[in-house]
């Protein structure tokens, strides 16, 4: 699967470009003596390009956010959502409306998880299969992780730890441990469907996979009463749609938020070193003059 920050459509590219231009607009307009004393300028031609590329090293990391917000609003898990932590399976293949994921396979049935690994680990439990079921382990900015089962490790059973930054416990040496940069993340499961007479098949196969958190496992393995979501009507959206309609200051104020709960990787340091000057990064914050004055006058991303 391309990084999301791959997908972003001609339209999506439109909307951007008017959303600078209303930026730059903005930022070069009065401020007062006190503005400047706090911040200094910097030339509309660099603060573009710097806008610019806060845009678009972040716009990966938002539109995940966004996918999690969107996907774990429910209360207990259902075919196409499930609260933190917990495993939903799609029953159905995918149709033209879909539109969680932006370009899904027609010929697989999905089973995907959002994790919060802040607290504790996970345990992971992949069946053995006969057939394509390939899982993908994506970090908050959409890199790939890990690829398990088919065309990577093996399609026999097998137990995972999934343990994010800040993890130092100690785990069974029978589980495989997966180690992810970032607090938040995605699983991604593909199994494919020969047709619709092989969808009880599958079924059966997604009943065998499991998700616990490692203090669960280690009390009663994957015998565990998951605890209840929460819904909230505000957070009932498809997610490109939300993410392209955000102002700029719900944007880079949600993209802070993230990033300081997902640190970027050290290899980001330049960039952040960059998009610092305009507020951008952890622990940063937007409360600058020019952003009060982008809230106030400009439009939407």
Same mark, same amino acid.
Request: proline letters at 6%; a negative charge; aromatic letters at 12%.
């Given at each position: 699967m391309q990084k999301l920050r791959s997908r972003i459509t001609r339209n999506s590219r439109t909307t951007l470009a008017l959303m600078l231009s209303l930026l730059i607009t903005a930022i070069g307009c009065h401020q007062t003596d006190n503005d400047v004393a706090e911040e200094p300028q910097i030339p509309s031609g660099e603060l573009w390009k710097i806008v610019e590329d806060a845009y678009t090293f972040t716009f990966p990391l938002v539109m995940m956010g966004a996918t999690m917000q969107a996907s774990t609003n429910t209360e207990v898990a259902i075919t196409t959502q499930a609260p933190v932590n917990q495993i939903f399976h799609a029953k159905r293949l995918a149709r033209a409306e879909s539109k969680l994921i932006v370009t899904p396979n027609v010929d697989t049935l999905y089973s995907q998880a959002f994790f919060d690994l802040s607290k504790d680990a996970l345990v992971f439990r992949k069946p053995a299969v006969g057939r394509y079921c390939s899982v993908q382990l994506l970090d908050q900015y959409t890199n790939c992780i890990a690829t398990l089962g088919t065309g990577s490790d093996t399609q026999d059973e097998r137990l995972y730890l999934f343990s994010g930054p &800040? =993890?130092? &416990?100690?785990? /069974? *040496?029978? @589980?495989?441990?997966?180690? =992810? /940069?970032?607090?938040?993340?995605?699983? @991604?499961?593909?199994?494919?469907? *020969? $047709? $619709? *007479?092989? @969808?009880e098949n599958v079924y059966a196969i997604q009943a065998e996979m499991k998700l616990v958190p490692l203090a669960a496992y280690l009390i009663n393995e994957f015998d565990y009463d998951p605890p209840k979501g929460e819904y909230k009507a505000e957070n009932d959206f498809v997610p490109i749609q939300h993410v392209l309609a955000m102002p700029p200051m719900e944007y880079f104020s949600f993209a802070n938020e993230l990033m300081a709960i997902n640190p970027p990787a050290p290899e980001d340091s330049a960039m952040l070193e960059r998009i610092a000057k305009i507020g951008v990064g952890p622990p940063s914050t937007l409360m600058r003059p020019y952003w009060a004055t982008i809230q106030s006058r400009s439009g939407k991303l």
């Open positions: &800040g =993890f130092s &416990g100690d785990a /069974p *040496e029978w @589980l495989t441990r997966v180690n =992810f /940069p970032t607090n938040n993340a995605w699983m @991604l499961i593909r199994t494919i469907v *020969e $047709d $619709d *007479e092989d @969808l």
